[in-house]
């Protein structure tokens, strides 16, 4: 007779999924864009699919409430935790006490800057330093026949976040080609719309001369885009706009000329993700980073894709 916690291929104790069932405790950031409610739904119809029992929990952007998630998954006994961590810091304390309780701990979407890999068995997301790297070089091309200064100002993700940090790092990288290239403003908007406009409004109060703005996902370029309109300006034209996501609505902005180019983030990390939650749970090796595939998009090629868009 298996004991009621069986033992998986990990040494972990089993949850209490039904028929055997495995349990996953997911920790969701919130639900501050449109790539997160793609997201969530792609978590979800992938758990469902797999026939895997999902706990999800939505931290609303604090960490506090992503820690208080993974320790109420660890006394749940679940036997995998999954989450996608709000800011890269301070996750060793929690991810230690997931792996004294033997349960296997994968990172989706953002990555943390722990020291000790042995805290997770892999991270699966984007390259953010290339999806930044590849919006900057769009730009160096663009702009090549410009004399300069080309004025830019940035909208930030969420401040300490993996794909803030990076897209940041990728982006000026890219730019650092022609000392033309100038970031005369650069703000959080935490990856919303609303904050997104606010920081924008008071971008344009504060400078005549913005040419281009770098958004680090299409909800603050959208965002921005109203406050750009409700300056008499022209989106796509009086300033160039380039985002990070390609979510329906970024990329609708793009094929009607309100966006100049887009980086795409797929938000569709669930059916690698379930993947990777029965192979851990079986105790299988699994490579410790997965990276997932990605393209760009101009408006031309936006107009001929979004019909068959699945998000
Ligand atoms: C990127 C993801 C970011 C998106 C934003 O993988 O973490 O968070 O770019 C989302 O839209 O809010």
Redesign the pocket.
């Known amino acids: 007779m298996v004991a009621a916690g069986a033992a998986c291929g990990d040494g972990s104790a089993g949850g209490e999924g039904g028929d055997g069932q495995i349990v996953l405790g997911f920790s969701q950031?919130g639900a501050?864009?449109?790539?997160?409610t793609a997201?969530t739904k792609s978590v979800q119809d992938s758990a469902a699919e797999a026939g895997i029992e999902l706990k999800f929990a939505d931290a609303q952007q604090k960490q506090e409430n992503q820690i208080k998630a993974i320790r109420n998954f660890i006394a749940q006994r679940v036997d995998v935790i999954a989450f996608?961590p709000v800011v890269e810091s301070g996750w060793d304390t929690v991810l230690k006490e997931a792996k004294d309780a033997q349960i296997p701990v994968i990172l989706t979407?953002?990555a943390v800057d722990s020291q000790d890999e042995s805290l997770y068995e892999t991270f699966i997301?984007?390259d953010?330093v290339l999806e930044g790297r590849l919006s900057g070089e769009w730009l160096v091309e663009e702009f090549a026949d410009e004399p300069g200064p080309v004025h830019i100002v940035e909208l930030q993700?969420?401040t300490g976040?993996?794909?803030a940090n990076d897209r940041k790092e990728g982006f000026g990288e890219a730019i650092a080609a022609d000392p033309k290239f100038e970031i005369i403003a650069s703000q959080t908007g935490e990856?919303t719309r609303a904050k997104g406009k606010e920081v924008m409004e008071a971008f344009l109060q504060a400078h005549q001369d913005i040419d281009v703005l770098f958004a680090?996902?299409?909800?603050m370029g959208l965002g921005a885009i109203e406050a750009i309109e409700a300056a008499g300006l022209t989106p796509g034209a009086d300033i160039t706009i380039i985002t990070?996501?390609a979510?329906r609505d970024g990329m609708q902005a793009l094929a009607d000329g309100k966006i100049n180019f887009i980086a795409e983030?797929s938000?569709l990390l669930g059916p690698q993700l379930m993947e990777l939650v029965e192979q851990v749970h079986a105790g299988e090796p699994v490579p410790k980073r997965v990276v997932t595939e990605e393209t760009t998009f101009t408006q031309e090629q936006a107009k001929e894709v979004l019909p068959t868009r699945e998000y």
């Open positions: 950031v501050e864009s449109g790539w997160r997201n996608s979407d953002r997301g984007s953010f993700g969420t976040s993996a794909p990856f680090h996902n299409d909800d990070i996501d979510v983030c938000p």
